[in-house]
C-alpha cells in the first residue's frame, strides 16, 4: 500500500495556473500507475490524467492539451500543471494509485490507494 498526500490547491483566476503535488511514501513508486481524478460539487469522481511506470501518459478529452502529468519515482513525487484553468476546472482533486504496470483504467471504482484531496477553485 501507499500513502498519497496532495497539496498546491488553491484559488486561481480564469485563464491562470496551478501545479498540484502528490507525495507518496510507502512503496517504491516506479512500480506504480499514478492518476489525477477530480469531483465537483454535485458530480461524480471523474479521470483527469494517468501516468504509466513506463513514461507513457493518457488525459481526459476536458483536459487535453492544458495539463501534463509527470512523476519523479525517486523523489515518490507526482505533479499535475494546470494551465489555461476554466471556471468548469473547479473540483477537489485527487491523487491515486494502483500497484503494477497496466493499472485499472479510468473508472475511479477501480483504484484502491487514495490522497485526502486538493481543492481547486477557479473564478470567472
Known amino acids: 500500500q501507499v500513502q498519497l498526500v496532495e497539496s498546491g490547491g488553491g484559488l486561481v483566476q480564469a485563464g491562470g495556473s496551478l501545479r498540484l503535488s502528490c507525495a507518496a511514501s510507502?512503496?517504491?513508486?516506479?512500480?506504480?500507475?499514478m492518476g489525477w481524478f477530480r469531483q465537483a460539487p454535485g458530480k461524480e469522481r471523474e479521470f483527469v490524467a494517468i501516468?504509466?511506470?513506463?513514461?507513457?501518459?493518457a488525459y481526459a478529452n476536458s483536459v487535453k492539451g492544458r495539463f501534463t502529468i509527470s512523476r519523479d519515482n525517486a523523489k515518490k513525487m507526482v505533479y499535475l500543471q494546470m494551465n489555461s484553468l476554466k471556471p468548469e476546472d473547479t473540483a477537489v482533486y485527487y491523487c491515486?494509485?494502483?500497484?503494477?504496470?497496466?493499472?485499472?483504467?479510468?473508472?475511479?471504482?477501480?483504484?484502491?490507494?487514495w490522497g485526502q484531496g486538493t481543492q481547486v477553485t477557479v473564478s470567472s
Open positions: 491515486a494509485a494502483e500497484y503494477g504496470t497496466k493499472g485499472p483504467g479510468y473508472n475511479p471504482d477501480l483504484w484502491n490507494d
Open positions: 510507502g512503496r517504491t513508486l516506479s512500480m506504480y500507475v
Open positions: 501516468s504509466w511506470s513506463g513514461g507513457s501518459t
